[in-house]
């Protein structure tokens, strides 16, 4: 377990960084790569309860209004609320 939640918090680290950081393209890629760790994440013979709890370690709450504020400044609103409805 402790393997596979440090791999996809690297992951998701950089899905972060893409997506409160970067430009157009890089909050795009960001959010596919967000989209693959849940892909990922729910795949995985992991009761559900355990999903949920390691999907919740992935996700910084604090980061959430600078994604959505690098998403409106790219004109990517919709893409955000998306992306944040992935994430909870």
Known sequence: YREIRTRLKSKADRAMSLLTEGDQEDFLRGSKLWEEINDELWAMPLSNELKISLQNSLVN?????????NAHK????????LLQQQMY
């Open 74 to 81: 790219l004109n990517l609103g919709y893409s955000a609320g």
């Open 61 to 69: 709450a604090g980061q959430i209004p600078d994604i959505m504020r």
